[in-house]
């Protein structure tokens, strides 16, 4: 497709699980954004990537946390035991490389974890 | 560090009616700011943006927003709004001089349109 795409686009799993979210961005699109997106909060940010290497990762909230990204392509966002408090819409961007951007972010339509 | 506030978290208003989104910023250095609106079950969408020039920018769907520097605010407008219009919306500000498309988002204010 066209657009970013997100998978799952909902998961529900037990307290203490890990889970896996996968991002697709546009084709062509070298930077990469993991976004949390929880009621009330607004969007915080997670980490940053341009290409494969992240030199942003300062909003992942704890080292539960961790985030990948190969051939410059898809990532995937990993939460390990999960808590209660992860519950949330977990949202990807992409852009054009970072030189270049100024500051349309195109989104996916998240994925929506719910932590039970 | 820069960070965004969105002075209310819901506005309801009639349809055709003025509609006035407010966003404040606290920066010291110079800004790139955004509006991205998020239709119920869908992604975020870029509404507008100022980087640099006139202070009145303009959207899509007749949404306009004008940079205060003194004020340090980009409040959103539109003259008369349709029910379509019901979504939430989010300011984001980005440093200027960054070389990442960082955004850093303000908890969104939820524009409710009714008949």
């Known amino acids: 497709g066209a657009g970013v795409s997100q998978s799952p686009s909902n998961k529900v799993t037990e307290k203490g699980k890990d889970v896996e979210l996968r991002c697709d961005p546009i084709s062509g699109h070298t930077a990469l954004y993991w976004y949390r997106q929880s009621l009330g909060q607004g969007l915080e940010f997670l980490i940053y990537f341009q290409g494969n290497s992240a030199p942003d990762k300062s909003g992942l909230p704890s080292d539960r946390f961790s985030a990948e990204r190969t051939g410059g392509s898809v990532s995937t966002l990993t939460i390990q035991r999960t808590q209660q408090e992860d519950s949330a819409v977990y949202l990807c961007a992409s852009s054009l490389a970072s030189v270049e951007n100024t500051g349309e972010l195109f989104f996916g339509e998240g994925s929506r974890l719910t932590v039970l | ?115």
Do not use: M
């Not at chain 2, 119920?40 to 007749?62: A, E, H, M, R």
């Not at chain 2, 205060?68 to 379509?84: A, D, E, G, M, Y």
């Open chain 2, 1 to 115: 560090a820069q960070s965004v506030t969105q002075l209310d978290s819901q506005v309801p208003v009639f349809e055709e009616a003025p509609v006035e989104l407010r966003c404040n910023y606290s920066s010291s250095v110079s800004v790139y700011l955004f509006w991205y609106v998020q239709y119920p079950n869908q992604g975020l969408q870029l509404l507008l943006k100022y980087l640099s020039g006139s202070t009145l920018v303009k959207g899509i769907n007749g949404f306009e927003a004008e940079f205060n520097k003194s004020q340090t605010s980009f409040h959103l407008r539109k003259p008369s709004v349709h029910i379509s219009d019901t979504a939430e919306y989010f300011c984001a500000v980005k440093r200027g001089s960054s070389n990442t498309g960082k955004l850093i988002f303000g908890q969104g204010t939820t524009l409710q349109v009714k008949p």
